[in-house]
């Protein structure tokens, strides 16, 4: 067991962030070495970061010719319905958007509104009421500004503090819409998770997915924007299997890996029950 890819990790990520990964490797190593982890300490079977990066690095690598991953991506967005050429991928991690600031000056009033008075009051102190949203993983294509929320176990959030309506889903969308505007692209946004969680509906977000389908019921859970505005906008919100995208990535980039690069990934993800079938 050894963490791969830590060139492109410190690529994309913080120097912390790296040295975090890095000791939930070796923390998970040490363990099974000498005896079972604390759960309580056991970041590396859980982490969603990890999966996250395990599942787009190969996006960033340099052995994988461009032509490699621009299939990977047309891959990606033909299994969720979208057929767009794709000439160009940049891979971002972790990235934080800010939300609009027309966004808080609506919350400023709508948490007067707010059930819990202590809630109330502290909003009557704070400058900011809510901060930046994180991304796990932004694919920007030519065309589109991929923005994806991934989830292994748990689940969405249904609120942020003081929005007490502001589901994950709803949020990536608001703050996804000025980013999009900017880099003169398109937005989708996905929800990346186990397929059996998805397909049993046991979770928050396969109902949030399922409404999404209609931009009438986004703006009902962003409505300080108009239909019209996320539609110019969104090309869609939906959900992938993350074992979907591990199949696209791996099966098109395993010629370019070396043979240890791809021996871990593919262990790391059959002790997750998310490798594809061969």
């Given at each position: 067991?050894?963490?791969?890819?830590?060139?492109?990790?410190?690529?994309?990520?913080?120097?912390?962030?790296?040295?975090?990964?890095?000791?939930?490797?070796?923390?998970?190593?040490?363990?099974?070495?000498?005896?079972?982890?604390?759960?309580?300490?056991?970041?590396?079977?859980?982490?969603?970061?990890?999966?996250?990066?395990?599942?787009?690095?190969?996006?960033?690598?340099?052995?994988?010719?461009?032509?490699?991953?621009?299939?990977?991506?047309?891959?990606?967005?033909?299994?969720?319905?979208?057929?767009?050429?794709?000439?160009?991928?940049?891979?971002?991690?972790?990235?934080?958007?800010?939300?609009?600031?027309?966004?808080?000056?609506?919350?400023?009033?709508?948490?007067?509104?707010?059930?819990?008075?202590?809630?109330?009051?502290?909003?009557?102190?704070?400058?900011?009421?809510?901060?930046?949203?994180?991304?796990?993983?932004?694919?920007?294509?030519?065309?589109l500004l991929v923005l994806i929320e991934v989830k292994f176990t748990s689940d969405i959030s249904p609120f942020t503090k003081f929005g007490l309506a502001r589901n994950q889903i709803a949020r990536l969308i608001d703050v996804g819409i000025?980013?999009?505007?900017?880099?003169?692209?398109?937005?989708?946004?996905?929800?990346?998770?186990?397929?059996?969680?998805?397909?049993?509906?046991?979770?928050?977000?396969?109902?949030?997915?399922?409404?999404?389908?209609?931009?009438?019921?986004?703006?009902?859970?962003?409505?300080?924007?108009?239909?019209?505005?996320?539609?110019?906008?969104?090309?869609?919100?939906?959900?992938?299997?993350?074992?979907?995208?591990?199949?696209?990535?791996?099966?098109?980039?395993?010629?370019?890996?070396?043979?240890?690069?791809?021996?871990?990934?593919?262990?790391?993800?059959?002790?997750?029950?998310?490798?594809?079938?061969?």
């Amino acid at each position: 067991m050894r963490f791969i890819y830590e060139d492109i990790a410190k690529k994309l990520l913080t120097y912390d962030r790296v040295s975090k990964y890095k000791s939930w490797v070796e923390q998970a190593e040490k363990a099974r070495k000498i005896g079972s982890l604390d759960p309580k300490e056991n970041q590396y079977d859980k982490a969603e970061e990890l999966i996250t990066f395990y599942a787009f690095a190969p996006l960033e690598h340099e052995k994988i010719p461009l032509q490699v991953k621009n299939r990977v991506m047309e891959e990606i967005l033909i299994s969720i319905g979208i057929n767009e050429p794709v000439t160009e991928v940049k891979v971002e991690l972790e990235k934080d958007i800010l939300p609009p600031d027309n966004y808080l000056k609506w919350l400023r009033n709508k948490v007067k509104e707010h059930p819990i008075g202590y809630i109330r009051s502290e909003a009557e102190t704070k400058k900011t009421l809510e901060g930046p949203t994180q991304v796990d993983a932004i694919v920007e294509t030519n065309s589109l500004l991929v923005l994806i929320e991934v989830k292994f176990t748990s689940d969405i959030s249904p609120f942020t503090k003081f929005g007490l309506a502001r589901n994950q889903i709803a949020r990536l969308i608001d703050v996804g819409i000025p980013e999009a505007i900017k880099r003169r692209k398109t937005l989708v946004v996905l929800c990346c998770t186990p397929s059996e969680l998805f397909e049993k509906r046991s979770r928050f977000y396969y109902y949030k997915i399922k409404e999404y389908s209609e931009s009438s019921n986004i703006q009902k859970d962003i409505p300080w924007r108009t239909t019209e505005e996320i539609n110019v906008t969104l090309e869609k919100a939906t959900w992938a299997s993350l074992e979907t995208i591990i199949k696209a990535v791996y099966h098109n980039v395993k010629r370019y890996l070396n043979s240890e690069e791809f021996a871990e990934a593919e262990r790391f993800f059959k002790e997750r029950m998310l490798w594809f079938s061969t």
